[in-house]
């Protein structure tokens, strides 16, 4: 069973300020690396699919990079708003496997 | 748009009763998958489906069983739910042949609870 694993599993964030949080994977046999939104009482939905080291995406206030050699993906959340509240779920995928192996999440509540 | 449809949001059974839970995607995947999340674990993958009639097991399929009988549904089956099943269940589904990097979409989640 590969092992993923994203830090912190809970985070607070006043609106307005900044954070990141960060997803670890193994770095071997890289494929691609999917981070996913997944707000309450909804479908978790997916912000970026990375598959380049070096890779950065941005969607608005949210970016992501990646470094395949080192097995780790930061996600940022610029000028944090109420709606960014959600449990942001990283998945990694291997070459040659069309399963995806998910961290456990990281938990953010934006406090007005 | 992608769309991914489970048949109940929230399910209230027995212990030892059979139950049924209902995927339906309609893009035409090749692959679905039925997952499900506890606290502090994550998604853990119980089943995966990648043609018609083909079933793999994932990490946790000990007292699951699943079917596809048509390309757009995949039944995922408790043949005698016990209050340990008791857990969000998500299915999902991605295009296959590694397309879209194997990006998977899900549907909305089914809460059971196992009394």
Same mark, same amino acid.
């Given at each position: 069973?590969?092992?993923? /694993?994203?830090?912190?599993?809970?985070?607070?964030?006043?609106?307005?300020?900044?954070?990141? !949080?960060?997803?670890? !994977?193994?770095?071997?046999? !890289?494929? +691609?690396?999917?981070?996913?939104?997944?707000?309450?009482?909804?479908?978790?939905? +997916?912000?970026?699919?990375?598959?380049?080291?070096?890779?950065?995406?941005?969607?608005?206030?949210?970016?992501?990079?990646?470094?395949?050699? /080192?097995?780790?993906?930061?996600?940022?959340?610029?000028?944090?708003?109420? /709606?960014?509240? +959600?449990?942001?779920?990283?998945?990694?995928?291997? !070459?040659?496997? /069309?399963?995806?192996?998910?961290?456990?999440?990281?938990?953010?509540?934006?406090?007005? | 748009?992608? @769309?991914? =449809? $489970?048949?109940?949001? *929230?399910?209230?059974?027995?212990?030892?009763?059979? &139950?049924? #839970?209902?995927? &339906?995607?309609?893009?035409?995947?090749?692959?679905?998958?039925?997952?499900?999340?506890?606290?502090?674990?994550?998604?853990?993958?119980? *089943?995966? %489906? *990648?043609?018609?009639?083909? @079933?793999?097991?994932?990490?946790?399929?000990?007292?699951? %069983?699943?079917?596809?009988?048509?390309?757009?549904?995949?039944?995922?089956?408790?043949?005698?739910? %016990? =209050?340990? $099943?008791?857990?969000? *269940?998500?299915?999902?589904?991605? #295009?296959?042949?590694?397309?879209?990097?194997?990006?998977?979409?899900?549907?909305?989640? =089914?809460?059971? =609870?196992?009394?």
């Amino acid at each position: 069973i590969l092992n993923v /694993e994203q830090s912190p599993q809970s985070l607070h964030v006043q609106e307005g300020d900044s954070t990141n !949080f960060t997803c670890s !994977f193994p770095s071997s046999n !890289f494929y +691609a690396l999917h981070w996913y939104r997944w707000e309450t009482a909804k479908s978790p939905e +997916a912000l970026f699919v990375m598959t380049l080291n070096g890779d950065e995406k941005k969607k608005g206030r949210i970016s992501a990079t990646l470094n395949t050699k /080192e097995g780790y993906s930061y996600l940022y959340i610029k000028g944090s708003q109420p /709606e960014d509240s +959600a449990t942001y779920l990283c998945a990694f995928n291997d !070459f040659g496997n /069309e399963k995806l192996t998910f961290g456990t999440g990281t938990r953010l509540t934006i406090i007005p | 748009d992608v @769309k991914v =449809t $489970q048949s109940s949001r *929230y399910l209230v059974k027995r212990t030892g009763e059979k &139950v049924f #839970l209902e995927c &339906v995607q309609d893009m035409d995947h090749e692959n679905m998958f039925w997952y499900r999340q506890d606290p502090g674990l994550g998604l853990r993958l119980i *089943y995966f %489906s *990648y043609d018609v009639k083909m @079933k793999e097991k994932g990490d946790i399929p000990e007292g699951y %069983s699943v079917s596809r009988e048509k390309k757009e549904r995949f039944s995922l089956i408790l043949e005698s739910a %016990s =209050t340990n $099943q008791t857990s969000m *269940y998500l299915c999902a589904s991605s #295009l296959g042949g590694q397309g879209l990097h194997n990006e998977q979409f899900f549907g909305p989640g =089914t809460r059971l =609870t196992v009394l």
